[in-house]
């Protein structure tokens, strides 16, 4: 795999990045923080996407800060082809949130895969490897250089399995077991299924169901036969006793006829007597009512007189000519009453309409007082507002001469946060140069009384031999050198640093008071709105009250004007009284002529009734009289009837005719219950040959089962060896290719090992089978890798990581390290002296002498960056924030 080109939009300090990438050693310096590092962590996201990230940290620490959108594109070649990964970010400006909206993988222009989780499946399977295994391999990150020495056996022997695919086979070793577990799980269940099977097909067959089918259908068919004969019979007995029954309903019948005929007359008998009375009683009505007749004619004669009636007057036009009076009277009160209501309800609604001026009246008066009320209290706020605003504008003066005493002018104050941004940052920077010199001044120390320790035994202090011809003296005065000068750099390092903590303490103290004074002024801004706005509020108010006023005095006109209104309806109303009475009084003596014409009227219109009944009474008498003789005429009918039916019925023995009939009824009870019974049985026994039916269909099911069961369990014994026999290939097909790999990295982990530290005091490594590791010095004594000191170890795993990358290149399906991806470095030189920096490019130059197409570092180390082919330099402008490259 070959890096061609990475661009970046918006991811952490870069705002805008394109860079390429050629073969060789590429050096990426700059300053501690300028954005080196966050370089390699866009290659490796835009590769394996956001499961790159730490579980301390999410995907929007990954963007630049403000940014809604980021992207990431790497452009690689590998086996020929051209690969383009483009990863995109969007921000939600809400929550802060990040996603990846965008993933595409692309293999010569043409889209593959355009899902994230597609993508890092192509990823992983493109480059054989994780992300994990990416960083255990070939991106030593910083302060992950040891990973692999300090990790516990277990996850050691993990990690170097993955990286050299054996941890598949450990996969799929567990996926047998599990297969062979599943089976074997399986297995007792079909055991299980068959014991139970079994049982179920022996009880059945206890049963004998088919020689119990074969009875129930015999007796089914005797059944049946018995039901056919006692039908026959059913039928016979049917027809005698419907037989008998005509004969007994006709002779009923008969009987019957003849008791209505002797109701009937008997009905025209009593028809008659009645007849009779109604006669009688009418003949006494009509005395009766001759009598009325004379008596009404006399009352009408007398009341007559009273209203004086003339005697040849018609008494209905008379009546109707002294109801029109009457009404002409009634009207006259009524139109009167209707004044006078009139009158009362207009004057009931002035006097409403007065208390509801006097009302207003005083809600005016009492609204005008309370907005004389508000105004005295806005003034006084005013008053309260302008002296906390002059307060405010004096505490600001003062706060401004202090800023003054401190340097701060009006202006620097605006541009105090830039200026304790650009502090922090030359802190930081202040702060990395410091530790960044004593490490060195520490490491140059340690050198110095370790040379002379040895010089004082007459030892050489890199190779223990004897001095002769050896230069170490005068490479002792120049580390002494070096150590002075480190020293003089550190202290001015220190005196600045002490200068900067000075400046940021002023800074600290202009910050207070430019937000004392901010906050300040923000109150008195809000003051003075409250001060216009109240102002407002009193012109508003001065306003209302003089419509109040307005108001109430067309109120008290108002209140005037009904007064006056209803003094005239109350001398209306009496008037309308007295002419209300003089309308009643005339009104009642016509009324009392009227009711006398009415009553006279009244008995004339009885008299006609009376004389009408008397009429309708002696009409009734005669018809009573044609009545008796049609009744005698029916009577004399019905007897001749009587004769007729008597000589039908003839000598009928009913007695014998129901005896017959109670015979044939219980005998054809009998049928019928004998016939239900041999039904009831027939049901029986269909229910039970179904029941039977079902246990043989049930039985063969069983038998049919336990084939299917057999053949299954016969099957799972053989899937289970299989599966066994599977699991035992893993495990010895892991065993062999790790003892293959151990004794390849072994000895290539020992080539490097001997390449690196020729004339040293160690001798050789080794690599047990779970992957332990141990340093022998040269007089035979074992170490383990972290009893090293810091640069030693640091070494030493960069030695075992080239050695597992050298091991992948040489892999089954690999054929060089041209597939690989670059070997990457994160400033590897860190707690590295100078001695060990040099191991460390010796190291570089080997795995590019062997073929490693590209080594990318990010370092600010000078002997590095020397003997680099390409050098890039990162810088971060520390107004924007932003960190740009550019070629060296």
Same mark, same amino acid.
């Not at 010089?455 to 223990?464: V, Y």
């Given at each position: ?73 790497? !452009? ?100 047998? +077991? ?14 299980? *299924? ?189 008053? *309260? ?8 504008? !004096? ?22 946060? !830039? ?11 202040? #702060? ?137 309806? *109350? ?15 005339? #009104? ?35 018809? +009573? ?17 009587? +004769? ?45 040959? +179904? ?46 290719? *790790? ?24 001798? #050789?490594?080794?690599? !047990? ?120």
């Amino acid at each position: 795999m070959k890096l061609k080109r990475v661009r970046v939009e918006n991811i952490r300090s870069y705002k805008d990045l394109d860079i390429s990438f050629e073969d060789g050693v590429t050096v990426v310096s700059g300053v501690n923080g300028s954005g080196k590092s966050s370089l390699l962590e866009a290659c490796f996201t835009g590769l394996f996407g956001s499961r790159t990230l730490s579980k301390e940290f999410v995907l929007s620490d990954l963007i630049r800060k403000g940014a809604t959108k980021a992207s990431i594109l790497v !452009d690689f070649d590998n086996k020929g082809h051209e690969y383009n990964i483009e990863q995109g970010y969007k921000v939600n400006p809400k929550t802060g949130s990040a996603s990846n909206n965008r993933s595409i993988f692309k293999i010569d222009g043409g889209i593959m895969v355009d899902q994230a989780s597609q993508t890092y499946e192509a990823v992983k399977a493109l480059l054989k490897m994780d992300e994990e295994a990416y960083k255990n391999c070939v991106y030593i990150r910083q302060g992950e250089i040891d990973v692999l020495i300090n990790a516990k056996t277990k996850d050691r022997q993990r990690m170097i399995d993955d990286l050299l695919q054996i941890g598949k086979l450990e996969e799929y070793r567990e996926r047998a +077991g599990s297969a062979r577990k599943g089976v074997g799980r399986h297995q007792r269940e079909t055991d299980a *299924r068959i014991k139970d099977n079994v049982a179920d097909i022996e009880n059945l067959e206890s049963s004998n169901p088919y020689q119990v089918l074969n009875t129930v259908k015999t007796e089914m068919n005797e059944t049946g036969a018995k039901i056919t004969d006692l039908e026959a019979k059913k039928e016979r007995a049917r027809g005698i006793v419907e037989s008998i029954e005509e004969k007994i309903s006709k002779y009923t019948e008969t009987q019957e006829q003849k008791k209505a005929i002797d109701l009937e007359i008997k009905g025209f008998k009593s028809k008659i007597t009645t007849t009779y009375s109604e006669i009688e009683r009418s003949r006494n009505l009509v005395g009766s009512g001759r009598q009325e007749v004379q008596h009404l004619k006399s009352a009408t004669a007398d009341l007559s007189k009273q209203i004086n009636v003339p005697e040849d007057a018609d008494i209905e036009n008379y009546s109707a000519s002294i109801e029109k009076e009457e009404v002409s009277a009634r009207d006259a009160v009524s139109s009167i009453v209707k004044k006078k209501e009139l009158a009362q309800s207009s004057e009931r609604s002035q006097n409403e309409f007065l208390l509801n001026l006097n009302e207003q009246v005083k809600t005016t008066s009492i609204a005008i007082q309370n907005k004389e009320d508000k105004i005295k209290t806005i003034q006084e706020d005013i008053e *309260r507002l302008s002296a906390e605003s002059r307060k405010l504008d !004096d505490e600001n003066t003062k706060r401004s001469k202090e800023a003054s005493e401190l340097g701060f002018s009006a202006d620097k104050l605006e541009n105090i946060e !830039d200026i304790a941004e650009l502090l922090s940052m030359k802190q930081k920077q202040l #702060h990395g140069k410091e530790r960044e010199r004593s490490a060195t001044l520490a490491e140059l120390e340690k050198r110095v009384k370790k040379a002379k320790e040895l010089l004082d035994k007459g030892l050489c202090p890199t190779c223990g031999q004897d001095l002769k011809g050896s230069k170490i003296c005068e490479e002792t005065a120049v580390d002494e050198e070096q150590k002075a000068g480190m020293l003089a750099k550190l202290q001015s390092i220190r005196s600045e640093q002490a200068d900067v903590e000075t400046k940021v303490e002023r800074v600290r103290k202009a910050k207070e008071i430019a937000k004392s004074i901010a906050e300040n002024d923000h109150l008195t801004q809000i003051k003075k709105k409250d001060i216009a706005a109240n102002e407002k509020l009193i012109e508003e108010n001065h306003r209302t009250i003089r419509e109040e006023r307005k108001k109430e005095s067309g109120l008290k006109e108002q209140i005037t004007e009904v007064t006056i209104s209803i003094r005239k309806i *109350r001398e209306e109303i009496i008037s309308l009284g007295k002419d209300e009475a003089a309308a009643r009084d005339s #009104h009642k003596v016509v009324k009392e002529k009227l009711d006398v014409a009415r009553k006279i009227r009244t008995n004339q219109l009885e008299i006609g009734k009376v004389q009408t009944s008397m009429q309708r009474l002696q009409d009734g008498i005669n018809n +009573g009289l044609e009545k008796v003789g049609l009744f005698e005429d029916q009577i004399k009918d019905r007897k001749q009837r009587l +004769g007729q039916l008597e000589k039908v019925l003839g000598d009928v023995n009913i007695d014998k005719l129901q005896t017959e009939k109670m015979q044939y009824d219980s005998a054809y009870k009998g049928i019928v219950s004998e016939l239900e019974r041999s039904n009831l049985r027939i049901k029986e026994l269909h229910k039970e040959v +179904g029941r039977v039916e079902g246990e043989i269909k049930r039985l063969n099911e069983l038998q049919q089962k336990h084939k299917l069961l057999t053949n299954k369990k016969e099957f799972l014994a053989a899937v289970y060896n299989d599966a066994e026999e599977l699991e035992t290939m893993y495990i010895r097909l892991r065993a062999e290719m *790790r003892a293959k790999n151990i004794d390849a990295l072994d000895r290539l982990l020992n080539e490097i090992f001997s390449f690196m530290y020729t004339n040293n005091a160690y001798s #050789h490594i080794k690599l !047990d089978q779970e992957y332990n590791l141990t340093i022998y010095e040269k007089d035979g004594t074992a170490l383990e890798p972290k009893l090293l000191s810091g640069g030693e170890r640091a070494i030493f795993n960069l030695v075992l990581r080239c050695a597992i990358y050298r091991l992948l290149s040489h892999s089954p399906g690999t054929t060089g390290s041209s597939e690989l991806p670059p070997l990457i470095l994160d400033e590897p030189t860190v707690f590295l002296d100078r001695g060990h920096v040099h191991q460390l490019i010796k190291l570089i130059d080997m795995m590019r002498d062997i073929g490693v197409g590209q080594i990318l570092i990010v370092s600010h180390d000078e002997s590095l960056i020397d003997s680099a082919d390409h050098v890039f330099v990162v810088e971060k402008d520390p107004i924007t924030n932003s960190s740009s490259i550019s070629a060296k």
